[in-house]
C-alpha cells in the first residue's frame, strides 16, 4: 500500500512538473497566447488597410484611423507586437508600425505605436485605440484626414490644408529637385515627400518635440543622415505658421534647401559638421537666385560691418534651435559663405567633390582636414582665414 502511494504521489508530481513546464512561470502560455491573438488581429487589420477594406477594418475594432489613411498610397502596412500587457478584460499593446510610400520609400519607415484592446462578447481581442509610443512622433494621419498632392517630382501630404495650398506646395517642390539635381548631381531618388500639418503644433508632434523648439523654422528635413542607398525617403516637415510669412523667394529656397538635405543624406554623417551640410544647402538654395551676399547674410553683414569678424567657422552648437537668434543666423549666414566661397573659388564641382570627401570619414576627427589638403589644396588654418577675408571682401 505504502509503495503504491508513492507511486501515485510520484505520478502526481509528475503531472505537476508537466503542468508547470508548459504553463510556466506565472501563467507565461496565456501571456504567449494573448500575444499571438494580437499579432492576429493586428495582421488583419493591416491587410484591411492596405486593402482599403473598411469592413474588415472594422472587424478588427474601432474604425478611428480608418478615413484619415484613405488616400495615402501605400506599399506596405504591418504591425510587430513587441508585448501585450493585459488587465482583466482589456489589455494594451505595445508594437512596430512598419510602412512604405508608394513610388516614395525604399525601405519601410517603422513607428512605436501603443494599441488599446479589449474583449468582445465572444471572447475576441479588438482593437479600440492605435496612438503613438511614449516619446514617439505622430503620424501625419494621427492629426486628421490626409489629403494628397501628387507633383512632378514630389508628394504633398497635408492634414487640415487646402487642396490649393497643397498644390503650391508641389510646384515649390518640383522647382527645387531639378534645382538640387543640377548642383549635386543625380545620385539620388530625385523625388520627395512633404508633410504639411495644419499648425506648428502639429508640426512639433510629427517630430516629438515641443512647439517652442520649432518656433519661426520654416521647415525641417528627417532622415537618419549616412543612411544607406535603400533607406526610406526623408520627410520634408512644413511649420505652416512659419512659411506663410515667407516671401515666394524665401519659400522657394526654404524647400530647395530641404530637397538638398534629401539628395546629400547618404553623404552626410557624424564627419560632416553642420556648416557644410546647413552652409551646401543654402548655397544651392540661393543658387540661381541673384541675391547678393549682403541681401541673404544681413546679421552677418551687419556684424562685420561693426568690425566683428568672426575669428572661426560656426561650430556645431551655434545652429541649436533654442539659441539666440541673432546667432543662430549668423552661423547658417556664415555656413552659406564658406561653401560660396569654395564655389567662387575652386568652383561648383569642386565643392560637391569637398562634400563628397568630408562624408566618407566616419568620424569627425581629420574629415574636414582631409577633404581641405585633397580637394582644395589648402589647410584648416589658411582656409579660416580665406573665409575671414571673403566676409570682409563681401560686406566691406
Not at 40 to 46: I, N, P
Not at 155 to 166: D, F
Not at 358 to 386: I, N, S
Amino acid at each position: 500500500m505504502a509503495g503504491r502511494r508513492r507511486a501515485m504521489r510520484s505520478s502526481v508530481v509528475g503531472l505537476c512538473l508537466l503542468l508547470v513546464s508548459l504553463v510556466g512561470c506565472g501563467g507565461q502560455p496565456r501571456a504567449d497566447s494573448a500575444r499571438a491573438e494580437v499579432q492576429r488581429l493586428l495582421d488583419e487589420r493591416a491587410t484591411a488597410v492596405l486593402d482599403h477594406d473598411e469592413s474588415a477594418y472594422r472587424a478588427t475594432g474601432t474604425r478611428a484611423g480608418f478615413a484619415n489613411l484613405k488616400s495615402v498610397p501605400l506599399a506596405a502596412w504591418s504591425y510587430r507586437v513587441t508585448g501585450v500587457h493585459r488587465s482583466g478584460g482589456t489589455a494594451s499593446a505595445d508594437a512596430e508600425l512598419s510602412y512604405r510610400v508608394r513610388g516614395y520609400d525604399k525601405a519601410p519607415v517603422t513607428a512605436a505605436r501603443v494599441l488599446g484592446l479589449a474583449l468582445d462578447a465572444e471572447g475576441q481581442w479588438r482593437v479600440t485605440s492605435d496612438r503613438p509610443a511614449k516619446k514617439a512622433g505622430q503620424q501625419l494621419w494621427d492629426q486628421g484626414t490626409v489629403s494628397v498632392v501628387r507633383g512632378a517630382h514630389s508628394l504633398v501630404l497635408g492634414a487640415g490644408q487646402s487642396g490649393e495650398r497643397l498644390r503650391s506646395f508641389a510646384e515649390l517642390a518640383d522647382r527645387a529637385v531639378p534645382a538640387v539635381s543640377s548642383a549635386w548631381g543625380t545620385d539620388w531618388s530625385g523625388h520627395i515627400v512633404v508633410l504639411v500639418p495644419k499648425s506648428l503644433e502639429g508640426m512639433a508632434a510629427l517630430l516629438a518635440s515641443s512647439a517652442s523648439s520649432y518656433r519661426g523654422i520654416a521647415a525641417v528635413t528627417t532622415g537618419e543622415t549616412g543612411g544607406p542607398a535603400k533607406a526610406p525617403a526623408d520627410r520634408i516637415i512644413v511649420n505652416p505658421e512659419a512659411y506663410s510669412m515667407l516671401g515666394p523667394l524665401g519659400r522657394q529656397v526654404v524647400l530647395t534647401h530641404e530637397s538638398t538635405h534629401v539628395a546629400t543624406r547618404a553623404h552626410t554623417n557624424a564627419a560632416t559638421p553642420l556648416w557644410l551640410s546647413e552652409g551646401y544647402a543654402d548655397w544651392i538654395g540661393y543658387r540661381g537666385t541673384g541675391r547678393t551676399a549682403a541681401q541673404a547674410a544681413p546679421e552677418l553683414a551687419r556684424a562685420v560691418a561693426d568690425g566683428q569678424v568672426p575669428a572661426a567657422l560656426p561650430t556645431d552648437k551655434d545652429f541649436g534651435f533654442s539659441g539666440d537668434a541673432t546667432g543662430l543666423a549668423q552661423a547658417y549666414e556664415g555656413g552659406w559663405l564658406a561653401c560660396r566661397m569654395i564655389a567662387d573659388r575652386w568652383g561648383e564641382v569642386r565643392l560637391g567633390e569637398f562634400y563628397r570627401a568630408v562624408g566618407t570619414h566616419k568620424q569627425r576627427a581629420g574629415a574636414v582636414e582631409g577633404a581641405l589638403k585633397d580637394v582644395l589644396g589648402t589647410t584648416p588654418e589658411k582656409f579660416t582665414e580665406q573665409w575671414r577675408d571673403y566676409l570682409r571682401a563681401q560686406f566691406g
